[in-house]
């Protein structure tokens, strides 16, 4: 799934007609400022290569090895806005800012004409932001094919070498033959998101911005992917333990919009600070005051308030923790109990009801041969597997 678009903010129809009588419309925000402030942090990159002397179909560096400064001059796409890798309080060896919070870093990628090895952009099931930092020289720009995870058999994937007992997965198929659904990144600022479980193959000369990120979702996939490479990995352990963790902020705004670095890579952030005004711009004395057109407290209609509820419920159902297979832990003759460990921890003050959900099948069907649905509450709990269900 890609990141979840931000709703626009709900309106009523006297909001409407209130802008219709005003005869205002609000400027869209000029990105020249931007587009220059990306051309810089390129030209710092390619100059960072060419002093390196680096050459190859395809390298990456970080953007804090290259230019240190580049914090000052780059804004986050607001797509990373609510990415959850900075929400990660934990000490990473050479990837933790002033303030001890995880980020992966932005990576500034270097292509030098001839086409990549299909891959994920990626690693550990994250989604990813292509953006272009430089003008096309030939004007040619870069170019990408991406395919899907459905896509991945017709690919033709072979074994590949071995790195301590895991293969690479290389793939047969050229993507470039015939090719007539790629997609051209040409300008400066322009941008290619590849969702979880994509791979990509990229075309071209020209520095892109790589950027890697969770959010609700993609979080189930990235736990399992970065649980797994764990196992092999050592160094992924804490930050598996990390996405994984009760305490997670998983909440996601609705209206994201860019980031500075340094705002990006904060967490917590710090609230907006209001001057005399309420959240919304209106005078904060009035603020609570219902309005004459049945406007809350804050200034929120009825639909603002039930469409961020929406939001919140749809966040909380992506996040909600994977449960692995459960064990048997006695067979009857009509009858079995089993067991499975949950994470899931309510939140404090909540008081909502939850349950799980229960498929069996009969011997290798595919079909299901039945199902239950249980609340929590009438689940056993039991030491040794967590819960257990007769």
């Not at 810089?40 to 290259?66: F, K, P």
């Amino acid at each position: 799934l890609p990141p979840l678009a931000p709703e626009p903010p709900v309106k009523d129809e006297d909001e409407d007609e209130e802008e219709a009588e005003g005869g205002e419309v609000a400027e869209l925000p000029t990105k020249t400022q931007a587009v220059l402030d990306l051309a810089e942090v390129g030209a710092c990159v390619r100059a960072y290569l060419m002093e390196t002397g680096t050459a190859s179909t395809i390298d990456s560096v970080a953007l804090s090895v290259a230019c240190p400064s580049w914090a000052h001059k780059l804004r986050v796409p607001q797509w990373l806005t609510n990415d959850y890798l900075p929400r990660l309080v934990e000490v990473y060896d050479n990837n933790v800012n002033a303030t001890g919070v995880f980020v992966e870093p932005a990576v500034a990628l270097h292509l030098t004409g001839s086409a990549t090895e299909l891959a994920p952009v990626c690693p550990h099931a994250m989604h990813s932001l292509l953006v272009r930092l430089d003008e096309s020289a030939d004007g040619n720009g870069v170019d990408a094919m991406v395919f899907s995870g459905e896509q991945t058999p017709a690919l033709k994937p072979k074994w590949g070498q071995s790195t301590k007992g895991v293969h690479e997965v290389l793939f047969g198929h050229d993507a470039w033959a015939g090719a007539a659904n790629d997609v051209s990144l040409d300008e400066i600022g322009v941008g290619l998101f590849v969702p979880s479980g994509s791979l990509v193959t990229l075309k071209g000369s020209g520095l892109l911005m790589r950027y890697c990120f969770v959010d609700a979702s993609n979080l189930n996939a990235a736990r399992a992917a970065v649980n797994l490479a764990s196992h092999v990995d050592t160094s992924l352990r804490r930050l598996s333990t990390a996405l994984s963790a009760p305490t997670l902020d998983t909440g996601m705004t609705r209206d994201p919009t860019a980031l500075a670095w340094s705002q990006y890579a904060t967490w917590p952030r710090p609230e907006p600070e209001v001057d005399g005004a309420g959240a919304n711009g209106t005078d904060s004395s009035a603020s609570s005051v219902r309005g004459k057109r049945g406007k809350g407290r804050g200034g929120r209609s009825q639909k603002d308030w039930q469409a961020e509820t929406k939001w919140k419920w749809k966040i909380n159902s992506l996040t909600l923790p994977t449960i692995k297979m459960p064990t048997i832990e006695a067979v009857g003759r009509r009858n079995a109990t089993i067991g499975w460990l949950s994470m899931f921890q309510a939140k404090p003050g909540d008081s909502t009801e939850y349950g799980y959900n229960i498929t069996w099948h009969h011997g290798h069907e595919a079909e299901v041969y039945g199902y239950l649905t249980i609340p929590h509450d009438k689940v056993t709990a039991n030491e040794l597997s967590g819960t257990s269900l007769d």
